[in-house]
């Protein structure tokens, strides 16, 4: 979404000035187009030698360059700009964006952008809290400027302090929230996926499970993301995350049941679904309130087993017309004709066949080899091999163009 976008990046006079070269780097590997406006302050902080040779354009800083005399237009940049960030924005930068005092090539470029400004607020705890600063912060909220805030993350929110910048990736994901939502091929669009393995308890500290690592749903879920839509993952126990946890909602769930329920609660909004999830197929009838003791039993137990409900087929039954389903097949054999099968009795729109037999597909692996088999046409597309990723990429392209071809 990024790619070809023209960023300025405006960088002012504080010590996190030195985070600005990721978030920069970031941009640039994303395909962007950056432009660096330094204030005075901002070069103590960080030299524009690095700042120009990482965005491969000169630094702007002054609004003369001194030796050839040759003007910088600020209202050229600001007109040039697809989205404006600065990062970090101290308090007096604040300040001058909020009343307008132009002395600088930054504040001026500001006070001409048309595009969308994006701030990451940097300085001290007492700064920030300072009613001058939440007074400005709140002003520039009002033209409609996007505040930055780090997120809290694993830490206590005592530990981050307030006035820390936002982390460069957070930053990146704003940005690129803002461009899938504005521009992405499934904006406004409601994606719900089922990812990972299930878990069935045969007593507190044991389970019967399988080896999905969830890494395909979850590829899927930030393909979607990338392209605007509004995510829901149902996870099994997984360790994977999405890139972007502000973009992918995660409802954790344990076993078939629980996310079988999970799954119905939100099925009704979804437009497209997608069941990626290794849930197993059967569960213990009686799963045990305490540890199994060994030495309590003579012989081997046996663990009685139940079917576990089949969450595509349930939900495939009340699929409704303006709703795309795309289940998954794991085979061992006959991979093709199990995929067709299973596409009409859970009637999917689409089904996602991997077969254990070709090497570099299934379970824990970065990389998949897929067939796609659409119901509507009955074709077979068969993909070569990818990462998951790059998969992700090619089934939503394939629910994109079934949409096209007149289901919605
Ligand atoms: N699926 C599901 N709920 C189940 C079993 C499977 O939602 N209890 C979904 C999977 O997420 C996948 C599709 O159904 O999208 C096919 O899963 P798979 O395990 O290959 O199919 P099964 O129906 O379990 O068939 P089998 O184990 O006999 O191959």
Redesign the pocket.
């Given at each position: 979404m990024l790619k070809g976008k023209h960023i300025v990046l405006g960088i002012t006079g504080g010590i996190a000035a030195y985070k600005s070269v990721m978030l920069l780097r970031l941009l640039v590997k994303a395909g962007a187009e950056v432009q660096i406006v330094i204030t005075p302050a901002g070069k103590e902080f960080i030299t524009p030698v690095t700042l120009s040779a990482l965005s491969g354009k000169p630094v702007i800083s002054e609004f003369f360059t001194a030796n050839t005399g040759e003007w910088h237009s600020h209202v050229d940049i600001g007109l040039w700009a697809d989205a404006m960030v600065i990062a970090p924005a101290t308090a007096s930068s604040i300040a001058k964006m909020a009343n307008g005092v132009a002395d600088n090539m930054l504040i001026t470029t500001y006070l001409s952008a048309k595009a969308p400004v994006f701030l990451a607020p940097a300085m001290d705890l007492d700064m920030m809290a300072h009613p001058s600063t939440q007074r400005n912060i709140a002003t520039l909220r009002s033209y409609g400027n996007h505040i930055i805030e780090p997120a809290e993350g694993e830490l206590a929110s005592h530990l981050v302090g307030k006035g820390r910048m936002a982390e460069p990736q957070e930053i990146f994901n704003t940005l690129a929230r803002y461009f899938a939502a504005k521009e992405g091929s499934l904006r406004g669009r409601k994606v719900l996926i089922?990812a990972g393995p299930t878990y069935e308890r045969i007593d507190p500290v044991r389970f019967i499970g399988n080896f999905s690592t969830g890494k395909m749903g979850y590829a899927i879920a930030d393909e979607a993301a990338a392209r605007g839509a509004d995510v829901t993952i149902v996870s099994g126990p997984v360790a994977v995350r999405p890139s972007d946890s502000e973009a992918v909602k995660v409802v954790s769930v344990e076993s078939?049941r629980e996310m079988l329920t999970a799954t119905q609660e939100r099925v009704a909004d979804a437009d497209i679904v997608i069941?990626?999830?290794?849930?197993?197929?059967y569960a213990p009838a009686h799963p045990a309130d305490h540890k199994i003791k060994r030495e309590k039993s003579a012989d081997a137990p046996t663990i009685e087993l139940v079917k576990?409900?089949?969450?595509?087929?349930t939900l495939g039954a009340e699929k409704r017309d303006n709703q795309i389903f795309v289940?998954?097949?794991?085979?061992t054999d006959d991979a093709d004709a199990?995929g067709r099968a299973?596409l009409v009795?859970?009637n999917l729109d689409m089904?996602v066949v991997n077969s254990l037999a070709d090497a570099g597909a299934g379970f824990g692996t970065d990389t998949n080899v897929v067939t796609i088999i659409d119901a509507a046409t009955g074709s077979a597309r068969r993909f070569p091999l990818k990462s998951k990723r790059a998969v992700a990429a090619d089934i939503l392209d394939a629910v994109e163009s079934a949409q096209s071809a007149g289901k919605q």
């Open positions: 089922t078939a069941l990626a999830a290794a849930v197993a197929d576990n409900p089949d969450i595509a087929r289940g998954f097949a794991l085979e199990n299973k009795a859970k089904i």
